[in-house]
């Protein structure tokens, strides 16, 4: 019986002692790149720093989630191809440049789909569109984590911006090389160039560039009104933020851990959700910077919609895949309305 208690306390002793090492083990590491600057105040960043907590508690610190704002793994197409190689587990983008994966993303850089932000993320939300957004970037091993907006889109200049004709001969810079984002800006009279986000400011201090298409919390996170001061919104358009994931990755952790990722990806959307209804706050910071916010009279946004929208609706019909995913988003648009 002395023997059998002896035993137990010893048996219960190296439980106990073993336990905070089995809670703390790191078994898998997920790397997270982003070219956002480390701040809270960027929705992206936020979404962050909730998914690396929630993961790391409910995994019980099996995953080390490790973030990497501001371009600290590379630029945008290299960090991207990382993901899709598995050098990275996740990245995140604006949402043109991962049509280098797989082209259905490009169906997100559509414009006039959404009237407001919230409207944007309801849609992402809804069943059928997370779906169909499971499928994209299969062919090249990722698929997404999670899919977000940052706000109405802007476009950054030093000259203001405020009718249609004001984008006449401007170089413009895009996210994206793909037409959904470029064929608008055409359109209007600008010429689109596709460069990444740790390329803007640089491009706006040197005039490579006149103007580039972004969001407030960007413009303020970079403080680019140092460089260039008038920020214009862009009627029907949403900057769509998007993160991808290694699918070997979710493979590997296995379907348990997998699932937390997932799930936390999804809860940590309410940060982004949050954020977006600070629009007034967003404008006084960049007021406070010394930057103008324009907002086109509605003649101007009328013709800016009605120009860039036949644009996309031709784009749309001229490919079966990107018209079906498309009617999927519309009806998903209209449903949350």
Known sequence: MKQNKA?????CAAAFCAAPF???AQDHVMKISAPIPATEKDPVYA???AFERGVEERSEGRIDVQLYPSNQLGQL???IEGVSMGTIEASFSIIGFFSSLDPR?????AGGLFETPEQAMRSFQQPEVREMLAEFGAAAGVQPLVVVVDGQGVIISKDPIETVADFRGKKVRSGGATPLLNEPLKAV???PVAMPLGEVLPALQTETIDAATN???VVNGFQMADVARNVTYLPGTFTIIGAVVNRDFLATIGPELAQIVMEEAQKAESVVLAHLENVAAQEKAWEDSGGRVIRMGDEEAATYLETTGSIVAGIVAG???MQADYDILGAAAAAVK
Request: negative net charge.
């Open 77 to 79: 197409p290299a960090a």
């Open 47 to 49: 979404w962050m720093v």
């Open 319 to 321: 490919d079966a895949q």
């Open 7 to 11: 035993l137990a306390a010893i048996l």
């Open 22 to 24: 089995a809670v703390s």
């Open 215 to 217: 969001s407030m919390a």
């Open 105 to 109: 993303f490009r169906v997100l850089d």
């Open 189 to 191: 009279g600008a010429a």
